[in-house]
């Protein structure tokens, strides 16, 4: 079962991050229903919440004398602290909702729905709770009960996607993978699909939830390929602006300054010519020999010197998984907004790329981003 999670470790298969763990979470569910309550249901974790309780693990989990409680945790979060504590990048933020579609128009550029919270907040979460032996990394992640609160509200906000319009693929249109669950009975379940075209929603299933995000302003949905929507972005392509290759993180600031792509790959005059189309920032072909055990807040500087906006966070959770010694991940941030800042007006130039460490990574990782690219449409 534990070996048939395809998204972790294959990006061809990533399109089944979110509806196979919406299997792992409801099997889980039925098991601990036999095993207690018939009426049991598994609660989340909505760490985007405002308030006292933003970032904030449930004290359920942080109380040592009970079963729940799991000692590996990051420095701070069984105190109560928030997990994005010295944060600027907003890495709980919920502007992943905007997503116009499900899939990825081009697979080098990671821009789905399912892409995005999978490399974003979801990788995020995991690496901000725990250490690379327990919530920071794939093979141990399951062992922390938070593991299943925190997967209970990726299904949810998944939820909230489609029910404020996003649409998404046909079962048939999704990898024809065999997935292994185990029911209630302890008997195997071996899925595909086609077999499991009901957990693509869930007024199929015998659950939902209390909430679902509200519908995001500007918020406009994409069908998938062959439903009438064509390319998610078939008005205009993505084409690179500009790029920097080989990058190596470590435990101190990392500035890479960017090179135009191509001649006439004017960084100003791409964002003057945007309009109404986005902007992206895409670092490729992540790598590590261990996990790092910690994050990197992504900045975007006005040449050297200049004023820097966070852009978002970078995780490399799902980089070396439990079956899959190494792999192309990606991750993709919408940075139109601070293109717009950053690319206008006098003295405008190329940007750069900040990469700060939040935190003393592990001195083993070597975490390696291949290719750092910005490219607009």
């Not at 006005?302 to 190494?326: D, E, I």
Request: glycine share 10%; proline share 8%; charged share 15%.
């Amino acid at each position: 079962m534990w070996d048939t999670c395809e998204a972790h470790g294959d990006p061809e298969n990533e399109m089944l991050f979110l509806p196979w763990h919406r299997m792992f979470v409801y099997f889980l569910e039925r098991i601990v229903r036999k095993a207690s309550d018939p009426s049991f249901a598994l609660p989340y974790w909505n760490y985007s919440v405002t308030g006292s309780n933003h970032g904030v693990i449930p004290p359920q989990f942080t109380d040592s004398t009970r079963s729940l409680f799991v000692n590996d945790r990051n420095p701070g979060v069984n105190t109560g602290q928030p997990i994005d504590q010295g944060d600027d990048s907003d890495p709980l933020g919920l502007g992943f909702l905007k997503t116009p579609g499900y899939e990825d128009d081009d697979p080098q550029t990671p821009n789905g729905f399912c892409s995005v919270i999978d490399g974003n907040i979801h990788g995020y979460v995991h690496v901000a709770v725990g250490s690379p032996t327990n919530m920071g990394d794939v093979p141990t992640a399951a062992g922390d009960p938070i593991f299943w609160m925190h997967h209970c509200n990726i299904d949810r906000l998944w939820a909230s996607w489609n029910q404020n319009g996003g649409i998404n693929p046909a079962a048939a249109a999704f990898p024809q993978k065999t997935m292994v669950f185990v029911d209630e009975n302890g008997t195997r379940v071996a899925v595909t699909m086609t077999d499991a075209a009901k957990f693509l929603d869930l007024k199929n299933l015998d659950y939902t939830y209390d909430y679902l995000e509200p519908k995001p302003p500007g918020f406009a949905p994409v069908p998938p390929k062959g439903q009438g929507g064509g390319n998610l972005m078939a008005a205009r392509k993505f084409q690179s602006v500009l790029t920097a290759t080989k990058v190596k993180l470590g435990g101190k600031t990392s500035s890479v300054a960017l090179k135009s792509a191509a001649p006439g790959a004017n960084f100003s005059a791409r964002v003057a010519g945007l309009g109404e189309n986005r902007m992206m920032l895409v670092l490729r072909n992540l790598q590590i020999t261990s996990q790092p055990g910690v994050s990197y807040q992504v900045y975007l500087r006005a040449g050297k010197g200049g004023q820097r906006y966070p852009v978002g966070t970078l995780n490399f959770f799902n980089v070396m998984t439990h079956n899959h010694p190494g792999n192309s991940a990606s991750r993709t941030f919408d940075v139109t907004a601070v293109a717009k800042r950053l690319g206008v007006g006098p003295g405008a130039g190329q940007p750069v790329v900040e990469l700060v460490p939040h935190g003393k990574p592990a001195d083993k990782a070597a975490p390696v981003i291949g290719e750092i690219s910005i490219i607009s449409q």
